[in-house]
C-alpha cells in the first residue's frame, strides 16, 4: 500500500522568510498525482499545489513551489515570502492515476507557524 | 492500529435514496471531521465534531446529517441523494487541532 510521510510535525519561519515541508512517499506505480492541502483553523482543506507524477517540471502557484524528486520519492513544498496568513496545517497527499483508485493517501501533516 | 477506517470505497445512489458512510478511528481522537472533494477546489468540511456527543456544521452541511454516540464512530448520513452530492467523501481524525491527523482513503459516492 501506498504511504505518505510528512516527518516535521511543527515548522516556523518568519515573516517574509522562506521555509520548506518535506515529504516522501512510496509507492509501486509510475502513474499518480500528488498534492499539497492547506488547513486553516477554520478546518477547510484548501488545495495549494498539485503535481502529475509524468511531469518534470515543478508545479509553481505563486508563492508556492514543489521540489519533485519522483526517484527519490520526495514532495517538498516551498514558501516563499511568507504571510502570517500561510500559518495552518499542511497535508501532503498521494492518489493513484489508475481510474480505479480513488483512494488518497495523506501524511500527518506539518503544522506551520509564522512568526511576525 | 488501524487508523481511520472508512467504508464503503464505493457505493452507486439513485436520487432520493439515503446512505450512511461509516468512519470509525482507534487512535481515541476527539476530533473527527467529514469532507467531500470538490474537482479543483480542495476538500470542503461537511460536518465535524470535537467530542463524542458535540457536532457541528461546516462549510457545506445541508443534506446531511451526522452523529457522534462514541468517540471511535462518526457515520455521516445521506438523506434523499441528490447528483450534486456525486463526490469522493474523507473522514479523519486528530487528537487536537494542530496536531497530527489521520484520512481515511476515502468514499466515492456516485448519484444517478
Known amino acids: 500500500a501506498q504511504t505518505v510521510t510528512q516527518s516535521q510535525p511543527e515548522m516556523s519561519v518568519q515573516e517574509a522568510e522562506t521555509v520548506t515541508l518535506s515529504c516522501t512517499y512510496d509507492t509501486s506505480e509510475s502513474d499518480y498525482y500528488l498534492f499539497w492541502y492547506k488547513q486553516p483553523p477554520s478546518r477547510q482543506m484548501i488545495l495549494v499545489i498539485r503535481?502529475?507524477?509524468?511531469?518534470?517540471q515543478n508545479a509553481t502557484e505563486n508563492r508556492f513551489s514543489v521540489n519533485f524528486q519522483k526517484a527519490a520519492k520526495s514532495f517538498s513544498l516551498k514558501i516563499s515570502d511568507s504571510q502570517l496568513g500561510d500559518a495552518a496545517m499542511y497535508f501532503c497527499?498521494?492518489?493513484?492515476?489508475?481510474?480505479?483508485?480513488?483512494?488518497?493517501?495523506f501524511g500527518t501533516g506539518t503544522s506551520l507557524t509564522v512568526i511576525p | 492500529n488501524a487508523g481511520v477506517t472508512q467504508t464503503p470505497k464505493f457505493r452507486i445512489l439513485k436520487i432520493g435514496q439515503s446512505m450512511t458512510l461509516q468512519c470509525t478511528q482507534d487512535?481515541?481522537?476527539?476530533?473527527m471531521y467529514w469532507y467531500r472533494q470538490d474537482p479543483g477546489m480542495g476538500l470542503k468540511l461537511i460536518y465535524y465534531s470535537v467530542g463524542a456527543g458535540i457536532t457541528d456544521k461546516g462549510e457545506v452541511p445541508n443534506g446531511y446529517n451526522v452523529s457522534r454516540s462514541t468517540t471511535e464512530d462518526f457515520p455521516l448520513r445521506l438523506e434523499l441523494a441528490a447528483p450534486s452530492q456525486t463526490s469522493v467523501y474523507f473522514c479523519?481524525?486528530?487528537?487536537?487541532?494542530?496536531?497530527?491527523?489521520?484520512f481515511g482513503q476515502g468514499t466515492r459516492l456516485t448519484v444517478v
Open positions: 479523519a481524525s486528530s487528537y487536537a487541532p494542530g496536531r497530527k491527523a489521520f
Open positions: 503535481q502529475e507524477a509524468y511531469k518534470q
Open positions: 487512535m481515541n481522537h476527539n476530533y
Open positions: 497527499a498521494y492518489r493513484s492515476g489508475r481510474n480505479t483508485g480513488n483512494q488518497f493517501y
